[in-house]
């Protein structure tokens, strides 16, 4: 399986509208690869709180509308990353994305991690409610954004809903970057499966991002890892080791707390 992660940057002297032509350029340069996937909260940044309510756009918006595009015309499984939606009740909430190969939409996820304590999207923002998986033909997507990543009860329920894949879409501050070398690893291990953890390059709101997006095998070696720029990273793996590597050292059946018991 090929799959490439675009570290784009945020530049905040960029409009929205032209980053979305950007991004969407770049996805159409990864004809070829199977799965392509953007960050968190590209189009406006995911420390720019105080552009979250200029920016937000419905859940069928012109970001849906041009990635939607983008996916058909480069013929990809496209997760486009997040943006900020604004819900027919008003509701802010970081929702993320993908899209089949025909451009239909297959799945929406609301993160329900928010980050930021007592500002920014955490008081700003709605918390979704619901694990997202999606099955592609070669390994089923199992859905999280940034600060969930520090949370593996949400990974466990991904697991059990049939993940084989984590796709971790961030804007992830550089300040913490090693956090994110460490937990996407530990996730990768503690769950027998694949990460996909793509951040942002650029800076949100005078925020240095930490970039280094990172693809981690089921055993938890960095496969392939982007530096601290704009970089489309793109790599190829076995999905079939998930499954092997469960069997080869069955960890998972010996859970005792959980669906198993």
Known sequence: MRASLIQIAVDPDETVDSR?????????????????VLPELWPVGAFSYTAF??????????????????????GVWLHAGSFVERADDGTLYNTALVFSPEGERVA?????????????????????????????????????????????????????????TLVVAAGWPERRRAHWTLLAQARAVENQAYVLAV???????????????????P????????????????????????????????????RRLGPTG
């Open 199 to 217: 951040g942002c390059a650029g800076t949100h709101a005078e925020v240095p991002q930490a970039g280094h997006s990172l693809v981690v095998d």
């Open 108 to 164: 929406a996820y609301r993160k329900i991690h928010r980050f930021g304590f007592d500002r920014g999207e955490a008081v700003m923002m709605g918390a979704g409610a619901e694990l997202v998986t999606v099955a592609l033909p070669a390994t089923t997507l199992g859905l999280a954004i940034c600060y969930d990543l520090r949370f593996p009860e949400l990974f466990r329920g991904l697991i059990d809903a049939g993940a084989e």
């Open 20 to 36: 979305r032509r950007r991004a969407a350029s770049l996805v159409v340069g990864q004809r070829g690869a199977d799965l392509v």
């Open 53 to 74: 309510e200029d920016e937000a756009e419905p859940l069928t918006g012109p970001t849906h509308q041009v990635m939607a595009e983008a996916a058909a015309e480069a």
């Open 219 to 254: 055993w938890g070696e960095v496969l392939a890892e982007a530096g601290a720029g704009e970089e489309v990273l793109t790599v190829e793996f076995d999905a079939a080791k998930v499954a092997a590597t469960r069997e080869q050292f069955p960890a998972l059946k010996d």
